[in-house]
């Protein structure tokens, strides 16, 4: 393949993923639109990545889709040429890499983008494979046990995103290897994780029979599985809320109370960040903070409604972003 070849094909790499972020995630696609465009492009290589692990896994059941043994040797696959990144030594040659790449490229038509977003940006490896790590624990699932466990899935799938894409947020010159700037977006991603937890708990049961709400949890408050299914497949959905337990109830807000413990630790490094993506990354957290209280305005109905926070409420969130980042920076 010429240079010129190769240069069309990883526009076009770059071109499907920027399409699959804007389809599938619309509010992360307009949230970073401002940022430079090497930037915004990178971004959109490592959600093409992240799209495509947690499809693999989520997708088993469904009609045409892979079966379970599959996916995890499609992971396998994925971690072993995320791996072979940067094994380039002298006893490599250009052809070598060069077959590699494509070869991985035509499974996965991203990922010319996405080994240049990483090669580009120097990305550490380890935040992608903890990203997989994460799937395998779905693809093997059992209902989390406690807090602990919990916590380590929400790092693995959503705390490794922050990591991930740090180097692309990043104003220049800052110390992306700096310890309490990566664990405060790792901790920013886990917050976001265990709220999507909460907000999707009839759905998590119904189309893949997980619960994510943590045993340990359950049995404080008297909240058995059976509850939780019960609640999930209720033949009328409009009157749902009205049989939620206040058990049920006193447990959500307890868990709620623990994501919040992860949302804040970002701020103190606000200024750390490209100033293009402050007011998006503010706008985020609260946006993702303020589910919460969606939940809580359906009567705690996370079990047959899916609780979307208002545009009235985004916008609103917008501004208040723009606040604290005057404020903060």
């Not at 209720?234 to 807000?253: G, V, Y």
């Amino acid at each position: 393949m010429t240079e010129s070849d190769w240069g069309a094909r990883l526009e076009a790499s770059y071109q499907l993923a920027d399409a699959i972020m804007k389809d599938r995630a619309t509010s992360f696609y307009q949230a970073f639109g401002n940022l430079p465009e090497v930037r915004f492009r990178g971004v959109a290589a490592v959600y093409a990545f992240c799209r495509f692990a947690d499809d693999t896994i989520d997708a088993v059941g469904e009609p045409g889709a892979h079966s379970l043994g599959e996916a995890r040797l499609i992971l396998d696959e994925l971690e072993a040429a995320v791996l072979a990144i940067h094994s380039d030594s002298a006893e490599v040659s250009a052809q070598e890499i060069s077959a590699r790449l494509k070869a991985a490229d035509d499974a996965w038509p991203w990922w010319a983008a996405f080994e240049d977003t990483v090669r580009s940006f120097s990305i550490p490896l380890d935040r992608f494979v903890s990203q997989i790590d994460g799937q395998r624990m779905d693809a093997d699932f059992t209902d989390i046990k406690d807090d602990s466990e919990l916590v380590l899935y929400s790092r693995r799938v959503a705390g490794s995103v922050g990591t991930m894409l740090l180097p692309l947020l990043a104003d220049d010159g800052r110390d992306m290897n700096d310890v309490g700037w990566l664990e405060a977006c790792e901790n920013l991603g886990v917050g976001m994780q265990i709220t999507n937890i909460l907000r999707d708990v009839g759905e998590d049961l119904r189309t893949r029979n997980r619960v994510y709400l943590p045993e340990t949890r359950r049995t404080e408050y008297g909240v058995s599985r059976d509850i939780i299914e019960r609640l999930s497949h209720h033949p009328d959905p409009k009157t749902t809320a009205s049989l939620i337990p206040q058990s049920f109830i006193d447990m959500w807000e307890s868990l709620a109370t623990l994501a919040d413990q992860y949302y804040n630790a970002y701020e103190p490094y606000l200024g750390w960040f490209h100033p293009n993506c402050r007011v998006a990354l503010v706008a985020a957290a609260l946006s993702y903070r303020a589910i919460a209280d969606a939940v809580r305005k359906e009567k705690y109905n996370c079990f047959s409604s899916r609780c979307y926070t208002s545009a009235a409420t985004r916008a609103a969130l917008v501004l208040e972003a723009k606040r604290r980042v005057k404020r903060l920076v």
